[in-house]
């Protein structure tokens, strides 16, 4: 995702220090005591402008939130989205990249991770980068609980091929498989900013949900 360089962001972000959780890496096992309850924690890992996360947020009261972006320049939309809704008090966001999880959770600390339009990184040689690469998938089996699911989504067809082959291959269990989720469109589903412009154009939505079978 490119976008224009906004000078006003960082002071911004520290204006709204409360939204975004500075140095998450001194949080580990400590989310529950940020969240001040014991309810699933949920993580998107690229949040984007921050649509899903957090109308997942006003959607769930029960369930804490924390969406992790690595860019100024677009998590601060996600800020001002947050600000918007009323800030919801189960929503967190994170200035920080996805390969930094197992720093930032403790094992087992995380219930679901939701991975949304992410970068297909179509090359081959990239495909170490692809957010369902084994050694994202290893990071996720470490801080999630057993049983612990991912779910995915994205409009390109030849990255959700490589996923379901990945996550297979990685022994997880697939709960759901949809080649068209617009043409079922469950009434729980929360759109991304992504997901509006694709469906928009007519082009199928790909999603699927997979656990862990067991932690090794």
Same mark, same amino acid.
């Given at each position: ?27 580990? &096992? ?9 309810? $699933?924690?949920?993580?998107?890992? &690229?949040? &984007?402008? &921050? ?10 009261? !029960? ?5 992790? !972006? ?35 959770? !403790?094992?087992? !600390? ?11 990184? $179509? #090359? ?76 928009? #154009? ?10 862990? #079978?067991? #932690?090794?």
């Amino acid at each position: 995702m490119r976008l224009r360089h906004k000078p006003w962001a960082k002071d911004y972000l520290e204006e709204n220090a409360g939204i975004v959780v500075k140095e998450p890496q001194t949080k580990k &096992g400590k989310w529950s005591v940020i969240f001040n309850n014991p309810n $699933p924690i949920h993580v998107e890992v &690229g949040t &984007g402008k &921050g649509q899903f996360v957090v109308g997942m947020a006003l959607a769930n009261p !029960e369930v804490n939130y924390i969406g992790i !972006e690595h860019f100024d320049s677009i998590i601060v939309s996600a800020v001002e989205k947050t600000v918007d809704a009323g800030v919801p008090p189960n929503l967190r966001l994170l200035r920080a990249n996805g390969k930094e999880l197992a720093d930032i959770f !403790e094992t087992g !600390e995380v219930s679901r991770v939701y991975l949304n339009f992410s970068d297909p990184w $179509p #090359k081959t040689k990239h495909a170490k980068r692809r957010l369902t690469y084994k050694s994202f998938l290893d990071l996720y089996k470490q801080v999630l609980v057993a049983d612990g699911e991912i779910h995915f989504k994205t409009d390109n067809r030849g990255l959700f091929e490589y996923s379901l082959v990945s996550i297979s291959q990685y022994g997880m269990e697939l709960l759901d498989v949809s080649l068209d989720l617009h043409a079922e469109m469950p009434e729980d589903n929360v759109m991304t900013e992504y997901e509006e412009k694709f469906s928009a #154009k007519g082009q199928p939505i790909y999603r699927l949900e997979a656990k862990f #079978k067991s #932690k090794s």
